[in-house]
C-alpha cells in the first residue's frame, strides 16, 4: 500500500511538473491601471482570486493550485489592484465601482475566454461575488472562507480596519496586523483604500443568481460572519465545511478535494 501511494504521488508531481510553467503578463486595465496575473496549464480555465495582503503567490503555498493543473485545468491568478505586482493606486475613486472585478474581467476578456469558474477566498470571495452578479461568462463559482458579514454595505469590521489603516482611529487589537503590513512591504494606503471601497453585494442581487455556487468554509472559521447563512441567500447553493481555521482552511486537501468535485460536476 506504502509503495502506491508512492507511485501515485510521484506520478501526481510528474503530472504537475509537466504543465506549461506559469506565464506573467501585465495588463491595462479600463482606467489604466497596471494588473499583473499569471496563466498555467490548459484546458477549462478557472481564476483564482487571492484574499486581503494576499497575491497571485498565495494560491501557490496550497494544494488547490497544483491539483487544478493536474486536473487539467487552466489556472489564472490575479494580483488584485493594490497588491502583489499590480499598480497600488492611493485613491478611493480608483478602487471604487467593482473597480477590482472589472480588472478581472479586463484579463479574462484579453484572454479570449468565452466561459470560466472562478474561486475566491477570504476578500477575494467578495470580488467574486462581483463576478457572479456582474459577468455572464463566469458558469460556476466557489466563495471560501466568507460569511454573510460583507453584505451589509457598512460592515463594521471593514470600515474599522478602513479607519485603523488610514490612522484615522487606531485600534489596539488591528496593530499585530498592521506591524505585518508594514514589515511585509505591502503598501498600507492601497490596502486602506481597498477596505475603504470594498463592495457588498445585497441580499436581493443573490436571490436572481442561477449559476451554480459552493460556499467552502473552515469548522473554526467565523471572521467574516456565518458561512451557512451566506449559502441561504443563494438559490441552489451547495454548502460545504472543511477542516481549518480560516487561515489554514483554504491550504488543505479537503478544501481542494471539494473545489474540484464541485467544479467537476
Known amino acids: 500500500m506504502k509503495i502506491l501511494i508512492a507511485v501515485l504521488l510521484f506520478l501526481k508531481f510528474i503530472s504537475v511538473q509537466a504543465q506549461t ?37 498565495s494560491w501557490k503555498k496550497g494544494v488547490l493550485y497544483n491539483d487544478l493543473l493536474a486536473s487539467g485545468y487552466k489556472v489564472i491568478t490575479v494580483d488584485l489592484r493594490g497588491g502583489g505586482r499590480s499598480d497600488k493606486p492611493h485613491s478611493l475613486k480608483s478602487y471604487q465601482h467593482d473597480a477590482e472585478a472589472k480588472d478581472i474581467m479586463q484579463v479574462v476578456k484579453h484572454l479570449g475566454i468565452k466561459s470560466y469558474f472562478a474561486v475566491g477566498y477570504s476578500r477575494g470571495s467578495i470580488i467574486v461575488s462581483r463576478l457572479i452578479v456582474n459577468d455572464r461568462r463566469l458558469k460556476r463559482a466557489v466563495l471560501g472562507g466568507m460569511g454573510d458579514d460583507f453584505m451589509d454595505p457598512n460592515w463594521p469590521r471593514r470600515v474599522r480596519f478602513y479607519k485603523a489603516l488610514t490612522g484615522e482611529e487606531p485600534a489596539e487589537d488591528l496593530m499585530p496586523m498592521i506591524k505585518r503590513i508594514e514589515e511585509s512591504g505591502l503598501d498600507r494606503i492601497a490596502l486602506a483604500c481597498q477596505q475603504g471601497a470594498q463592495p457588498s453585494t445585497s441580499a436581493v442581487e443573490f436571490s436572481k443568481v442561477k449559476k451554480p455556487v459552493l460556499v467552502i468554509c473552515g469548522d473554526q472559521d467565523s471572521d467574516n460572519g456565518s458561512a451557512s447563512a451566506l449559502a441561504k441567500f443563494i438559490p441552489g447553493s451547495t454548502y460545504l465545511v472543511v477542516p481549518g481555521n480560516h487561515g489554514s482552511a483554504s491550504r488543505t486537501q479537503e478544501f481542494s478535494n471539494g473545489v474540484l468535485a464541485f467544479i467537476k460536476k
Open 21 to 57: 510553467p506559469p506565464q506573467g503578463e501585465y495588463l491595462a486595465s479600463f482606467d489604466g491601471v497596471k494588473i499583473y496575473f499569471e496563466v498555467a496549464g490548459s484546458g477549462y480555465p478557472v481564476v483564482l482570486v487571492h484574499g486581503f495582503t494576499g497575491s497571485s503567490e
